[in-house]
């Protein structure tokens, strides 16, 4: 019976299977509700092809007007449905008494719905859209307006600690894939009304929702109408993660280098925002972009700022060393073997000698294999499900590099120079930056197996030369250093006390350059004099 | 990579924090590479009575070659050359610019390879070494002089802890040795007069001044900072000169190809550190690649305006070409290098560079105001 009355209505369809998307958007575009209350839900019906996940409950309000509830499944909080439903079915003494007319019926219903936000549109496209956000929408029959009701209820993962940024003194918190979370959790941190978030949509089919929150008086207008525009320059079917986002942004397309910082913590984002820079929020995934960044940005991590300055300076200038080793070591071996055995002294240098002897490959060889192996063993780890990753470590690492050197392929001083240069890569704080590294690293390598440290010395200046041109939304990629900003260097390679970085970077906070007061830094002693004398001023 | 990518040619500014460092290390690298042996060849253990000598005639020079850019402070020298002298006069004295930037560019980097090759990639074709330094430096031009300002910041203090470190541990073996600077001024001021003569002469580096003082920040402050970065080299070359005149001893030190890079080689700071001049020589070569790629910039911009074009960056790649083969051809071997940097040719050379357009600009300069007007209109 029912499948003759669907069959019946087929003809009426005005969106048939040989159109395509555009055509489909603007005839739904062009659709509106209209008096009938089943035609609504059959067109409803129609434009999502009967999917399972659109709700629908039929009901009478107040056992008269027919009337039906239509939402996404598991996207709405069944508490506030409930109490809208109970609101229309039984507690209906307001229904009764302004039935009389019925222009009057739809503010009593509105009256009725005891939730956060109530719209009203005839728009059906838009009321398709609002629905996948997780609100329910109220047809009631004889009205061609619908009713959006705020029910979301945004199901996600709870707010952990993200895997691949943590620290050891600091917040735990993580973000997660609802962008509402996100933003609350900036919030909370920075709770004045001058925290200015932006939304847009961008995606056709994905509708995804980008929000940028900065701070407003503190971020350079300038640099965030540049922002808006890049960002409204984006024409794409869907934007499914931040990395999207950022190669459509990137000032400088071709580099391998990250020109927006990706951070699942909040306290980084924050810290940012603070400093006049912008965080870009994507929904459906945690990580958040930072713009602009610098490159001394990636090798920074929120711990710096929590422990006390010397040991904070003291990590962050041991992970400068690390990232120059990651990048330089294996060229700098490569030209001291081949080119300039005489820089090693005598007794180190019989000793490298001595463990090449036999090994039938050329010392580069030898280390771009160690090499590759190791980037393989490493995406491998990533790859493999949690319960196996320390196999693989055992295997790739132990079994294969002691058996290489057993069987004499490699030399010992080839697997200490790889693995020291991982290890060192791995202290980079941000993922993307590391690959940079690593992949500018072979570039090296094979510099320094032709023309030695005067090869690598060109690698140098060219890579000096391409971060120097850099630009991250018109912020140079190299400040402080280069541009040279004498007051930023505070807080660089080395931190200063955080009572005497008063002020912000220079090129990115100008309008608000003073962060704190300055000169608070702390007199004990002194203070307690000063109370003392003045105590005794008042005695006397 | 395309032009779009980099700002347009007259909308870039450097800082003079920066300027002051591109000229110090275009300076200071050749100084040390070459001049104390050229210093010492006339005035001997007074080498270093010459090194203060040539700072006031150095500083003449400059005031010559960067005074009218003060006076044009929105101007490169060929932009001015046209307005006082005429539209082809001015393109015609402008191309003695180029003819020098082109010289000085095969010279710096050919220095820089003859270093490279006699110390320590003695199998490797020369040509290699020109054309890496030649690339890399295009490619700094390429990207602008903002960026080259930016590089200058970054490989500065590199430079200087080479330059520091390499004298500190030179002065206890040059306190050793200090009887080699006697006796004082013992033949008079004559040979020290005339060894202060290539150290002057070689201030025609500083012509990159004509093309650099409209990007700088504070173009009218642009000539103090000129000075300052003479005086900075000049210490540097007063410094290794005595050190390199102690620790060598006048006599062989004269003789010596690099003889600062000798000195180093002999400083032995510890068991475990020895032979360490090759990083004294890395940081070196910083040095001239920020020199090579701002002559670079100076040498295309100046010719991209004497032809008339809007952008400078289509003419870096084939006057690299240009550079990279004088560089390797104009020189037979060392020795020849050797020879160009003797006073009779040095000088005559370097003189008509530095005076022959800028006598003909000054002089036009004079007769405008003193035709009254202002010489600043057309």
Request: net charge neutral; charged share 20%; aromatic share 10%.
């Amino acid at each position: 019976m029912k499948i003759q009355k669907r069959k019946n209505k087929k003809p009426d369809n005005p969106l048939t299977d040989n159109m395509d998307i555009s055509q489909r958007y603007q005839e739904v575009q062009k659709m509106k509700l209209g008096p009938c209350l089943e035609q609504n839900l059959e067109t409803l019906q129609q434009i999502s092809g009967y999917s399972q996940d659109v709700k629908i409950r039929r009901f009478n309000i107040n056992h008269q007007i027919p009337a039906a509830l239509v939402y996404m499944d598991n996207m709405t909080n069944d508490t506030i449905v409930e109490e809208i439903l109970r609101a229309l079915m039984i507690d209906t003494k307001k229904i009764e008494e302004w039935e009389k007319g019925r222009h009057l019926l739809r503010s009593a219903i509105k009256d009725l719905l005891i939730v956060n936000s109530v719209e009203e549109t005839g728009s059906i496209g838009e009321l398709f859209f609002k629905m996948t956000f997780g609100n329910t929408i109220i047809l009631v029959d004889g009205q061609p307006t619908a009713f959006i009701c705020s029910t979301v209820d945004q199901k996600t993962r709870s707010i952990i600690e993200p895997n691949a940024e943590t620290t050891i003194r600091g917040p735990r918190e993580g973000f997660v894939e609802s962008l509402c979370t996100n933003i609350t959790l900036i919030r909370r941190r920075i709770r004045v009304p001058h925290l200015w978030i932006e939304t847009l949509e961008i995606g056709s089919l994905s509708k995804t929702l980008v929000a940028f929150a900065y701070i407003k008086g503190l971020a350079d207008e300038k640099m965030l109408q540049e922002l808006r525009d890049r960002l409204n320059r984006i024409d794409t079917d869907a934007i499914l993660e931040s990395g999207y986002i950022e190669e459509f942004i990137e000032d400088q397309p071709f580099t391998l280098f990250p020109l927006a910082l990706r951070t699942e913590r909040p306290d980084k984002v924050s810290s940012a925002i603070l400093s006049g820079r912008v965080g870009v929020f994507i929904s459906g995934t945690p990580h958040v972009l930072i713009i602009p960044a610098e490159l001394p940005m990636f090798l920074q991590a929120p711990d710096d700022y929590y422990e006390k300055t010397p040991v904070g300076s003291f990590i962050r200038s041991l992970r400068w060393l690390a990232a120059i080793i990651s990048v330089f070591l294996p060229g700098f071996y490569v030209s001291i073997v081949n080119f300039h055995q005489e820089l090693l002294p005598t007794a180190l240098l019989l000793r490298v000698t001595a463990s090449r002897e036999g090994v039938p490959f050329p010392v580069v060889a030898e280390i771009l294999m160690m090499e590759i192996l190791f980037e393989v063993l490493r995406e491998a780890g990533i790859r493999l499900p949690a319960a196996i990753g320390p196999a693989i470590s055992i295997v790739g690492a132990l079994v294969l590099g002691e058996a290489a050197i057993r069987a004499g392929i490699v030399s010992p001083a080839v697997v200490i120079v790889v693995a020291l240069t991982a290890i060192a890569g791995f202290s980079t704080p941000v993922f993307s930056m590391a690959i940079a590294f690593r992949i500018v690293r072979f570039g090296f390598t094979l510099l320094a197996a032709v023309f030695g440290l005067f090869g690598m010395q060109f690698g140098i200046l060219l890579l000096i030369i391409h971060l120097c041109a850099l630009r991250s939304v018109g912020i140079p990629y190299m400040a402080p250093m280069a541009p040279f900003i004498l007051q930023d260097m505070k807080d660089n390679i080395f931190r200063a006390w955080t009572w005497n970085r008063s002020t912000r970077p220079k090129l990115i906070g100008k309008r608000e350059p003073l962060r704190q007061k300055p000169g608070q830094r702390p007199h004990p002693g002194k203070d307690a004099q000063d109370k003392n004398s003045g105590g005794n001023k008042n005695d006397n | 990579m395309t032009t779009e990518n980099f700002p347009k040619a007259t909308t870039e500014k450097i800082a003079n924090r920066q300027f002051l460092y591109m000229l110090f290390m275009m300076r200071t690298t050749v100084v040390i590479a070459l001049l104390p042996v050229l210093t010492s060849a006339d005035a001997f253990q007074d080498a270093w009575a010459s090194a203060i000598v040539s700072f006031f005639g150095a500083a003449l020079l400059v005031l010559i070659i960067g005074g009218l850019g003060i006076k044009f402070p929105e101007l490169t020298a060929v932009e001015y050359a046209q307005k006082l002298i005429g539209k082809w006069p001015g393109k015609a004295v402008s191309l003695i610019f180029i003819l020098a930037f082109l010289v000085i560019i095969a010279t710096d980097t050919r220095i820089y390879a003859e270093a490279l090759v006699t110390g320590f990639l003695t199998e490797t074709p020369l040509a290699f070494i020109v054309f890496m330094m030649v690339i890399a430096g295009s490619a700094a031009a390429y990207s602008g002089i903002e960026v080259i300002g930016r590089a200058a910041d970054l490989l500065f203090p590199i430079f200087v802890a080479m330059l520091t470190l390499s004298l500190a541990f030179a002065i206890p073996d040059a306190l050793a040795m200090k009887e080699n600077l006697q006796p004082v001024l013992s033949r008079g001021a004559g040979p020290v007069l005339r060894g202060s003569m290539v150290p002057i002469i070689i201030i025609a580096q500083y012509l990159s001044l004509t093309m650099l003082i409209p990007v700088t920040n504070q173009p009218k402050k642009a000539l103090g900072t000129a000075l300052w970065a003479l005086a900075g080299s000049s210490l540097v070359l007063i410094l290794v000169t005595l050190a390199v005149t102690t620790i060598q001893g006048p006599d062989h030190g004269s003789r010596l190809v690099f003889p600062f890079f000798s000195m180093v080689r002999t400083l032995n700071i510890s068991v475990f550190l020895e032979r360490i001049e090759i990083f004294a020589l890395f940081a070196w070569g910083f040095g001239i690649f920020i020199g090579v790629s701002v002559f670079m910039y100076c040498g295309t911009r100046a010719m991209s305006q004497i032809i008339g074009l809007q952008d400078y960056r289509p003419l870096i790649g084939p006057l690299a070409v240009i550079w990279g083969t004088f560089s390797v051809h104009s020189y037979q071997d060392l020795f020849e290098l050797r020879t160009y940097f003797q006073p009779r040719i040095v000088i005559p050379y370097n003189l008509f560079w530095i005076l022959v357009p800028m006598g003909i600009l000054w002089a036009a300069y004079g007769i405008r105001s003193l035709a009254g007007g202002n010489p600043n209109e057309k």
